[in-house]
């Protein structure tokens, strides 16, 4: 069955603690995989855009890169402003979009 | 460019009624999903409508449904409420064409439905 999993569901980090968190996917035919960030109460925000093992994206402190079986989302030196839920999201078949449940990131000052 | 715009924001209403939700996509958008959000569910695929057909389908039942219009607007109606039908409802846009697939979110409709 089609899946995607992200870990770990949630996730405290001291304001400066580099981390990362993980989607694993198991569908086949992948035309794409997707970070949002979102914060309560609001639609998710899109992040990036990976279509290939191998690819990465950067933007200020994080960075996204994927595998074939997964893909890592890096906070580097985090910040309070940062805390939210990471969503991915996967691209398979004919424009079919899976979401999986999402980390919850909360960073201390 | 204006972001995906939903109305309304809120909404109450109680079981048995229905309900109808606007979404207006970001210009040029070609394609429109819409997601039910709760917190023990996370975000369930609803349907999606491309060019006023609707293209994929989730495993809703079919008191959910929606529509487009030439303008790439987009409805959705429930009908006949239930109190599991209260969460965020959430419209996406997508350009839809090759290497932009990702889809832009507008910021929701609370419903509660008492």
């Known amino acids: 069955e089609d899946q995607v999993t992200q870990s770990p569901e949630a996730l405290r980090l001291q304001e400066g603690e580099s981390s990362s968190l993980n989607c694993s996917y198991t569908?086949?035919?992948?035309?794409?995989l997707f970070w949002y960030r979102q914060d309560p109460g609001k639609g998710p925000e899109f992040l990036f855009t990976?279509?290939?093992a191998g690819e990465e994206k950067e933007k200020e402190r994080l960075k996204a890169t994927l595998t074939k079986k997964e893909s890592f989302l890096h906070i580097t030196a985090p910040k309070p402003e940062d805390s939210a839920t990471y969503l991915c999201?996967?691209?398979?078949?004919?424009?079919?979009?899976?979401f999986g449940s999402g980390t919850k990131l909360n960073v201390k000052p | 460019k204006a972001g995906v715009t939903q109305t309304p924001r809120y909404l109450i209403k109680t079981r048995g009624q229905q309900v109808t939700l606007s979404c207006s996509p970001i210009?040029?958008?070609?394609?429109v999903s819409w997601y039910q959000q709760t917190p023990g569910q996370g975000l369930q695929f609803l349907f999606e409508?491309?060019?006023?057909?609707?293209?994929n389908k989730g495993n809703f039942p079919g008191r959910f449904s929606g529509r487009q219009f030439s303008n790439s607007r987009s409805e959705m109606n429930v009908s006949t409420l239930e109190l599991g039908d209260s969460a965020l409802y959430l419209c996406?846009?997508?350009?839809?064409?090759?290497?932009?697939?990702?889809?832009?979110f507008g910021p929701g409709t609370r419903l509660t439905v008492t």
């Open positions: 409508y491309f060019s006023e057909t609707q293209r």
């Open positions: 999201a996967v691209l398979y078949n004919f424009n079919k979009f899976y």
């Open positions: 210009s040029g958008h070609r394609s």
């Open positions: 990976l279509y290939s």
């Open positions: 569908v086949s035919g992948l035309r794409g």
């Open positions: 996406a846009s997508t350009w839809d064409s090759p290497r932009s697939y990702e889809q832009y």
